[in-house]
T-cell receptor, first 113, second 115 residues
Framework: SQTIHQWPATLVQPVGSPLSLECTVEGTSNPNLYWYRQAAGRGLQLLFYSVGIGQISSEVPQNLSASRPQDRQFILSSKKLLLSDSGFYLC????????????FGPGTRLTVT | AQSVTQPDIHITVSEGASLELRCNYSYGATPYLFWYVQSPGQGLQLLLKYFSGDTLVQGIKGFEAEFKRSQSSFNLRKPSVHWSDAAEYFCAVGALEGGGNKLTFGTGTQLKVEL
């Protein structure tokens, strides 16, 4: 069966510091991968998605970037965090060619101070 | 562009009572529809999905949902709520859009269960 991991589970970072959140998927090959941000009362906002290694689509221009260095690894980064980057970040995967049935990781709570 | 509306931000029900969570969507063609549940501090778990065919779909944990095209709705139901059902519930619609693929989520309904 497939499993998705995210780490760290929680993170407190000062404004202006860099960020790296990691997501890995096990048990499937060439998955579609997604990064979402969840703010209270605002549902989920899709940030990035990837259909393959090195292929990243950005949904919202912002202070964040994503990379996919390996087939089942997806990384969310920032060079300098802003207060507004605080939130709950969720990684998700779907089968190749099937974007709509997505499965989520446990999430990372990021607090920028 | 597709959109999803969950008109109830909070709902409180007594344990053992029936539950219906509302979801309305906007999309020009037949959508793919989903319900997810999220416990505090956790990721989202897929409860059920509708792609086509029978408009009443069964999911995990005793939940079901009915697709009503005429009302653009996909309401989630459970005949008897358990205290462990307390969580936040998200409706989502999936559709092709502008050459890309996307799931659009509603803002969620927080369910509280009174013992």
């Amino acid at each position: 069966s497939q499993t998705i991991h995210q780490w760290p589970a929680t993170l407190v970072q000062p404004v202006g510091s860099p960020l790296s959140l990691e997501c890995t998927v096990e048990g499937t090959s060439n998955p579609n991968l997604y990064w979402y941000r969840q703010a209270a009362g605002r549902g989920l906002q899709l940030l990035f998605y990837s259909v393959g290694i090195g292929q990243i689509s950005s949904e919202v221009p912002q202070n964040l970037s994503a990379s996919r260095p390996q087939d089942r690894q997806f990384i969310l980064s920032s060079k300098k965090l802003l207060l507004s980057d605080s939130g709950f970040y969720l990684c998700a995967w779907s089968l190749a060619g099937v974007f709509y049935e997505q499965y989520f990781g446990p999430g990372t709570r990021l607090t920028v101070t | 562009a597709q959109s999803v509306t969950q008109p109830d931000i909070h709902i409180t029900v007594s344990e053992g009572a029936s539950l219906e969570l509302r979801c309305n969507y906007s999309y020009g063609a037949t959508p793919y529809l989903f319900w997810y549940v999220q416990s505090p501090g956790q990721g989202l778990q897929l409860l059920l999905k509708y792609f086509s065919g029978d408009t009443l779909v069964q999911g995990i944990k005793g939940f079901e949902a009915e697709f009503k095209r005429s009302q653009s709705s996909f309401n989630l139901r459970k005949p008897s709520v358990h205290w462990s059902d307390a969580a936040e519930y998200f409706c989502a619609v999936g559709a092709l859009e502008g050459g890309g693929n996307k799931l659009t989520f509603g803002t969620g309904t927080q369910l509280k269960v009174e013992l």
